[in-house]
């Protein structure tokens, strides 16, 4: 029976326990270029980010990082941690284009997200860019919430966007000069 019952347990479906999370004590951000000696350290910290399925493979950040229409920077605690980062495109069409952003749970609500925002609508300003857009998940209600916050309006619904069906939405920023 309890043999019965290993087998059993051996075949269910594994549920990770979601991170506890403990703020991290005040301290202070920077902002820096993430290239790719920084790989392996984004990667940790984009499987804190997201959910399993949800987040970049290796093999997408090393694509990105060898990409030359890539922007990637990394936000560091004084303590020298890398505990956000943020990565966009510059298309062909001349928008910029956010492909990821994760800030570590335990800096979340610090203003850490808008502060990677705003730093790549500063990168994209000196380059002339005047379009910003990204795709976010249908239930991402915080991101979604950062983005509208920053000025951004849905203009599209993207049905089935993302591999487990759920449906993206399109939003775009026009920047200020
Ligand atoms: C989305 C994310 C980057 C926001 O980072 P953050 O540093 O916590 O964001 P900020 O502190 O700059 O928040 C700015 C505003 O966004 C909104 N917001 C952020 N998190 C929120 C949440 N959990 N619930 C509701 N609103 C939220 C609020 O309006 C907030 O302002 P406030 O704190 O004054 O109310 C972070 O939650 C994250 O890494 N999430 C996982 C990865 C992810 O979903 N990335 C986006 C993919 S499209």
Known sequence: MAVLQKIR????PQIFEEEAVVPAPPTTYSIHPLTAKHLNEVMLLNVRCFKAGENYTKYT???LLSEPNTLSYRLISAEGNMVGFIFLMINSNGAGHVTTIGVAP???RRGLGIKLMEHVEKALKTRGISMITLEVRNTNAAAQEM???LGFSVVQRLREYYNNGE???LMVKSIDY
């Open 61 to 63: 950040f090393s694509y």
């Open 9 to 12: 347990k051996f075949f269910e």
């Open 106 to 108: 335990e800096h979340r």
């Open 147 to 149: 983005y509208r916050s």
């Open 167 to 169: 449906d993206g939405l």
